[in-house]
């Protein structure tokens, strides 16, 4: 039951995000504190490869869709506090907007990421809605029919490249999801005969979806409220892609061959693991990405990156996370994992990042 019970992690940091946010005052910064508090203790525990021994789906599924939508809760209860106190500062309605990002990057990327990968239509429908939280409500398209085909190769917009910083790749990526999501819908209705402006476009029903949200902000926050959430959603977005950062950075696959088990990074932190619903350990994920998340096995023979917490603050410093972090794990990697061909796209990465040719000679 502990394997169970230890999913509520992330909606209890979401409920005590909330709960500054509803004090108000210098409490709005609540959500924020939590990033270093479990940044530290993850960073300080050991790897953990233990299995989860959970079997029933709705006891698992329950943490996911409370996250989800508290999500997107806590962007009605931002607005619906700033306007109904004139009297917050702009420092405190900052530390509304950067709690409100961290747990909707730490929090809502990892649930809604497990529930729009679902078979079933009301848990795909609460994940792709529950996006609102990161302004994304197409990412879905892109990931599942782009990065779990593309992942690690050439081709894939969610794979940063050998010398490419935390920050070029955060601009750069969320914007060319969301063109290469349109580019998905619209060659998916050409295969079925219809036009890239037919009413099927998923695009318009995500539209919608934006459309009824901020109606529902305004409503609850008017022109403030619907401002300030939108600057929440903008800090969660490229806190995401932060995120996404580590998942794949540096690797290397031929286009269009067999993915492998060792093309995904591992973090096997367990507050890194148990937070982010095992988006962290997710090796089995890009093999079977129907497979929940309580059921993949920790690999402990692949190269793993520190906690996802404690990469995502060295990153933000390039030449530590370049020379102390990035490329020992990658110089393991290529001796290690990379075949003959992947070899050679990796002693090439290296030249175009400037770096050193670390591979071992036959």
Same mark, same amino acid.
């Given at each position: %039951?502990?394997? !169970?019970?230890?999913?509520?992690?992330?909606?209890?940091?979401?409920?005590?995000?909330?709960?500054?946010? !509803? %004090?108000?005052?210098?409490?709005?910064?609540?959500?924020?504190?939590?990033?270093?508090?479990?940044?530290?203790?993850?960073?300080?525990?050991?790897?953990?490869?233990?299995?989860?021994? %959970?079997?029933?789906?709705?006891?698992?599924?329950?943490?996911?869709?409370?996250?989800?939508?508290?999500?997107?809760?806590? /962007?009605?209860?931002?607005?619906?506090?700033?306007?109904?106190?004139?009297?917050?500062?702009?420092?405190?309605?900052?530390?509304?907007?950067?709690?409100?990002?961290?747990?909707?990057?730490?929090?809502?990327?990892?649930?809604?990421?497990?529930?729009?990968?679902?078979?079933?239509?009301?848990?795909?429908?609460?994940?792709?809605?529950?996006? /609102? =939280?990161?302004?994304?409500?197409?990412?879905?398209?892109?990931?599942?029919?782009?990065?779990?085909?593309?992942?690690?190769?050439?081709?894939?917009?969610?794979?940063?490249?050998?010398?490419?910083?935390? !920050?070029?790749?955060?601009?750069?990526?969320?914007?060319?999801?969301?063109?290469?999501?349109?580019?998905?819908?619209?060659?998916?209705?050409?295969?079925?005969?219809?036009?890239?402006?037919?009413?099927?476009?998923?695009?318009?029903?995500?539209?919608?979806?934006?459309?009824?949200?901020?109606?529902?902000?305004?409503?609850?926050?008017?022109?403030?409220?619907?401002?300030?959430?939108?600057?929440?959603?903008?800090?969660?977005?490229?806190?995401?892609?932060?995120?996404?950062?580590?998942?794949?950075?540096?690797?290397?696959?031929? *286009?269009?061959?067999?993915?492998?088990? !060792?093309?995904?990074?591992?973090?096997?932190?367990?507050?890194?693991?148990?937070?982010?619903?095992?988006?962290? *350990?997710?090796?089995?994920?890009?093999?079977?990405?129907? %497979?929940?998340?309580?059921?993949?096995?920790?690999?402990?023979?692949?190269?793993?990156?520190?906690?996802?917490?404690?990469?995502?603050?060295?990153?933000?410093?390039?030449?530590?996370?370049?020379?102390?972090?990035?490329?020992?794990?990658?110089?393991?990697?290529?001796?290690?994992?990379?075949?003959?061909?992947?070899?050679? /796209?990796?002693? =090439?990465?290296?030249?175009?990042?400037?770096?050193?040719?670390?591979?071992?000679?036959?």
């Amino acid at each position: %039951m502990l394997d !169970y019970l230890k999913f509520y992690l992330a909606p209890l940091v979401q409920v005590f995000a909330g709960v500054g946010i !509803y %004090m108000g005052g210098d409490y709005m910064w609540a959500g924020l504190v939590t990033l270093p508090v479990l940044a530290i203790l993850d960073t300080a525990l050991s790897d953990n490869f233990k299995k989860n021994d %959970m079997h029933i789906r709705l006891l698992a599924d329950i943490p996911l869709v409370i996250t989800a939508l508290l999500g997107i809760g806590l /962007l009605f209860l931002f607005a619906w506090k700033i306007n109904t106190t004139p009297d917050l500062t702009t420092l405190q309605m900052v530390g509304g907007v950067l709690s409100l990002g961290w747990v909707g990057t730490v929090c809502s990327l990892p649930s809604t990421h497990e529930l729009f990968h679902e078979i079933n239509p009301i848990r795909k429908a609460i994940g792709i809605v529950g996006q /609102l =939280a990161f302004f994304d409500v197409s990412r879905h398209i892109s990931h599942n029919n782009g990065h779990h085909l593309d992942v690690a190769s050439s081709l894939d917009y969610d794979t940063a490249k050998r010398g490419e910083n935390i !920050y070029k790749f955060a601009i750069q990526t969320g914007w060319q999801n969301h063109k290469e999501s349109f580019k998905l819908e619209g060659n998916a209705l050409k295969k079925r005969g219809k036009s890239v402006w037919s009413l099927s476009n998923y695009m318009y029903k995500a539209l919608l979806i934006l459309v009824v949200f901020y109606a529902g902000i305004y409503y609850v926050g008017g022109e403030t409220g619907i401002l300030y959430v939108l600057l929440a959603q903008g800090v969660a977005r490229l806190w995401i892609e932060g995120l996404n950062y580590f998942q794949h950075c540096g690797l290397v696959r031929v *286009n269009h061959s067999p993915i492998q088990h !060792y093309h995904v990074w591992n973090h096997l932190k367990p507050i890194s693991r148990i937070i982010t619903f095992e988006i962290t *350990n997710h090796c089995d994920h890009h093999q079977d990405a129907f %497979m929940p998340y309580y059921e993949m096995t920790p690999d402990k023979d692949s190269v793993r990156l520190p906690g996802a917490l404690t990469c995502f603050a060295v990153a933000l410093v390039p030449p530590i996370w370049f020379n102390f972090v990035l490329k020992p794990a990658l110089k393991e990697w290529d001796n290690r994992f990379a075949n003959d061909e992947e070899k050679k /796209l990796a002693r =090439a990465a290296n030249k175009a990042a400037g770096w050193e040719d670390w591979i071992e000679k036959k």
